[in-house]
């Protein structure tokens, strides 16, 4: 009897052992993070980036995958990585949000970061969370369906990612600093990219490519060697070969610093199937918009006379701040048996556009079937509204603000312009251990001054601001919602405003005022696209709604990476819940310290 009862022991912990590991794939990868030469545009420059390769490595995982990636840092830089989209949900120290999540990997150490996927599939992707590396440290996050479930459209027969970058003949840690003199980000790059290549309208184009690894300064001319170049990174242009009749699915995804893209292909449509892996409605165009930190997965069906076409970006500004450089990055779609005939190339809205993208972002919707969709809950516990704005502060030193007469340009959310702390504990560390003085927890939950957003009018009073680290606490699993309006205060620009740990409902968007009697109406509250980052257009509004069931510290902020350091940014700190399933765990033993 006692044997039959140690039996059953034996047998219950088998089958708990198989339904916890056994049924999980780990996925683990390795990150050096290194310094490479890369040429382009005639130059050779010096850049970061993860294993030799610009853009880095693509991570391929199902839903469900245990992942365990290493950061080794061999840059000489402080470096995190963050996985941007992925919900991290109860992992929070695994976030990779320098400061904030984790302070940063110094130079010649390491950390493990160790996280599931759950509950999601499509395209995201990873890139540096300190200062403007994320220029050259980023590539893609591929999540496909788990064993036995399938695209909720027919299977493509090929996939393909597809970055948006840019490039700049200079020195990005250089650059970053200018910005803290100016009060303003680089204003352009020199050139935008596809894959890692301008392509052809770029003079030079036909020599990038060459790939150097890196060697100590004094053996300069002696030491470089080749490195080996796989065959989607060859020189010049990027080319994507297709055969007719086949059907491809574009992973896209915009890792720029600063840009909105146009994109379009020639005489090729396009079908949005998700949008921040997360589906939405097959939703069919001619132009894609994607602001900086969006991805969306696209079918391109191979249906025209077998030629060759150009698959081309047009930078999208809303303000008309004049750009140095706006050529657009271009690529090549080649048919199988493609004649001679000069490649076409697809129309471009004008760069300043804003109806364009607008009607774009209006068009998007959820799949509200299948096994992803969550219904939006109905009831709001937080009800936040938060302008969206540039500003001016008193100059701290006049030296730093030597053209705008003793004021400093900044940003700000709720008038709070937000200073991130480099010389403390992480934000989690603080909130994990009662440490106070590392933030404070009144970020407010409307404006301090109502005002008429959006008029021409708006000046001082309106466009002033002042700096703070303010952060917003609220209850596990409460429900929130937030009215993001943009201000006319500056040259009205837009913002795209990415929330860390979550994936948001867009219940609507518009020009002007946000008003809840008038614009009550135009919400979506059936089939809302869900999101992780959300485009607010200049003079413009949009609500979002989530429900905080993931503890932790979660970043919100600009995606425009210029705005960040100059305050348009706090964070949610969720409590955890009552149970010790919803509470977040403890952190990693090799989390790095300040
Ligand atoms: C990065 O490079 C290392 C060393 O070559 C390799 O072991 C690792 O698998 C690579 N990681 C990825 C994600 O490709
Ligand atoms: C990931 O899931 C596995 C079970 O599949 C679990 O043991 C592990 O604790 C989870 N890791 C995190 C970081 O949540
Ligand atoms: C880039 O600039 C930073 C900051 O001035 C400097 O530390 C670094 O050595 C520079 N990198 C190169 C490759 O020149
Ligand atoms: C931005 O552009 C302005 C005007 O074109 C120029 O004076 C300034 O130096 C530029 N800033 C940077 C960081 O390139
Ligand atoms: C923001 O705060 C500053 C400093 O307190 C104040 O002068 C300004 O009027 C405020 N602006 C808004 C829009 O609330
Ligand atoms: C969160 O709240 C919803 C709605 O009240 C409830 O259905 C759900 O069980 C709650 N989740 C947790 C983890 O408590
Ligand atoms: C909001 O819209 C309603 C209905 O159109 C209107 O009566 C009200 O005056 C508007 N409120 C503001 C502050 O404009
Ligand atoms: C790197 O991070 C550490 C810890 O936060 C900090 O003390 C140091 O000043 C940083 N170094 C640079 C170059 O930013
Ligand atoms: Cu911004």
Redesign the pocket.
């Known amino acids: 009897m006692a044997n039959f009862a140690l039996f059953l022991v034996f047998w219950a912990l088998f089958l708990l052992s198989f339904t ?2 056994g049924s ?1 794939k780990v996925v683990e990868h390795t990150f050096y993070v290194q310094s490479v030469i890369e040429r382009r545009l005639c130059k050779d420059q010096a850049i970061t980036v993860v294993n030799g390769s610009f853009p880095g490595p693509t991570i391929y995982a199902e839903d469900g995958d ?1 992942l365990i990636i290493h950061v080794i840092n061999e840059s000489p830089y402080n470096m995190t990585i963050h996985w941007h989209g992925i919900k991290q ?3 929070c120290w ?1 976030d990779g949000t320098g400061y904030i999540t984790q302070c940063p990997i110094r130079p010649g150490n390491k950390f493990t970061h ?3 996927i759950s509950g999601q599939e499509g395209t995201l992707w990873w890139h540096a969370h300190t200062g403007f590396h994320r220029a050259t440290v980023h590539g893609a996050i591929i999540i496909y369906p788990r064993p036995g479930r399938s695209y909720p459209f027919p299977k493509p027969d090929e996939e393909v990612p597809i970055i948006l970058g840019e490039w700049w003949n200079e020195n990005i840690t250089e650059l970053e600093k200018q910005l803290d003199v100016t009060g303003w980000g680089p204003n352009s790059s020199d050139a935008f990219l596809i894959n890692g290549y301008p392509g052809d309208l770029y003079s030079c184009s036909s020599n990038d490519g060459r790939r150097f690894l890196k060697v100590p300064q004094d053996d300069q001319d002696s030491g470089l060697q080749l490195s080996s170049t796989p065959e989607h990174l060859k020189p010049g242009t990027f080319k994507l070969r297709v055969t007719y009749g086949k059907t491809y699915l574009l992973r896209i995804i915009n890792s720029a610093i600063n840009p909105n893209y146009f994109l379009a292909i020639a005489d090729h449509k396009m079908i949005v199937v998700a949008a921040d892996a997360s589906y939405t409605k097959p939703y069919s165009i001619d132009i894609l918009v994607l602001a900086p930190g969006q991805s969306y997965d696209v079918l391109l069906v191979a249906n025209q006379p077998p030629q060759q076409y150009y698959m081309a970006t047009q930078i999208h500004r809303e303000s008309t701040a004049e750009i140095p450089n706006s050529l657009p990055a271009s690529a090549l779609i080649i048919y199988e048996n493609a004649g001679n005939s000069p490649p076409k190339f697809p129309y471009l809205p004008d760069m300043y556009d804003t109806q364009t993208s607008f009607n774009f972002f209006n068009g998007l919707s959820g799949l509200d079937t299948g096994p992803f969709w969550d219904p939006l809950p109905l009831e709001v516990d937080e009800h936040m509204f938060i302008t969206v704005s540039l500003g001016l502060i008193d100059c701290p030193t006049p030296e730093k603000c030597p053209k705008n007469n003793g004021m400093l340009m900044v940003t700000s959310l709720n008038n709070e312009s937000f200073i991130l702390p480099t010389d403390k504990l992480s934000f989690l560390e603080a909130f994990y251990h009662n440490v106070d003085g590392v933030y404070e927890d009144d970020f407010p939950s409307k404006p301090p001054l109502e005002f008429d957003y959006t008029s021409s009018n708006n000046g001082d009073k309106e466009c002033w601001s002042k700096q703070s680290t303010k952060v917003k606490r609220i209850k596990f699993n409460s429900t929130v919602e937030i009215v993001f309006q943009g201000t006319s205060c500056g040259k009205g620009e837009n913002h795209p405003l990415h929330l860390h740990g979550y994936n948001f409902y867009v219940l609507g968007q518009g020009l002007g005022n946000y008003n809840a009697t008038k614009h009550a109406s135009l919400l979506n509250f059936q089939n809302p696209v869900v999101r992780n980052t959300v485009d607010v257009v200049a003079d413009g509004w949009v609500v979002i709604r989530f429900r905080a069931d993931n503890p932790g510290v979660w970043f919100l902020h600009c995606h425009i990476e210029g705005h960040v350091p100059i305050g348009m940014a706090t964070a949610f700190i969720v409590e955890d819940g009552p149970t010790l399933s919803t509470t977040l765990p403890p952190p990693p033993l090799d989390l790095p310290e300040c």
């Open positions: 916890t590991f999980t245990n949900q109860f992992s695994a160790r996280f599931n």
